[in-house]
């Protein structure tokens, strides 16, 4: 009776709620991670003149993480086009038989 009220999807048992968790930890992760290390990588030069960030590295920084989250964002949505368009696609197979 639960496909009547509750959707037809069973619902993921704790153990699954966890796995998802942790994945989406690690990829968060990751891209903090690859963030950090590009915008400093492009920002920051190696050799430290002061202890602080000056305004044109601080307003380097600010633009590289904006531009890696709008690409992030541009890319995912990309996929996600792609992927209802296959998904839409082999749906409709074999109806016109």
């Known amino acids: 009776m639960s496909?009547?009220?509750g959707g037809g999807r069973p619902q993921p048992s704790s153990a699954e709620k966890i796995a998802a968790a942790e994945t989406e930890?690690?990829?968060v992760s990751d891209m903090f991670n690859?963030?950090?290390q590009s915008c400093a990588k492009k920002c920051i030069p190696s050799d430290?003149?002061?202890a602080d960030l000056n305004k044109g590295e601080s307003v380097?920084?600010?633009r590289c993480v904006s531009?890696?989250?709008e690409v992030n964002m541009k890319v995912s949505e990309k996929m996600q086009n792609e992927a209802a368009?296959?998904?839409g696609m082999s749906g409709g197979i074999g109806y016109g038989i």
């Open 3 to 5: 496909f009547l009220f």
């Open 25 to 27: 930890i690690e990829m």
């Open 34 to 36: 690859r963030l950090s």
């Open 48 to 50: 430290y003149r002061e």
């Open 60 to 62: 380097c920084l600010d």
């Open 67 to 69: 531009k890696f989250f």
């Open 85 to 87: 368009g296959k998904q």
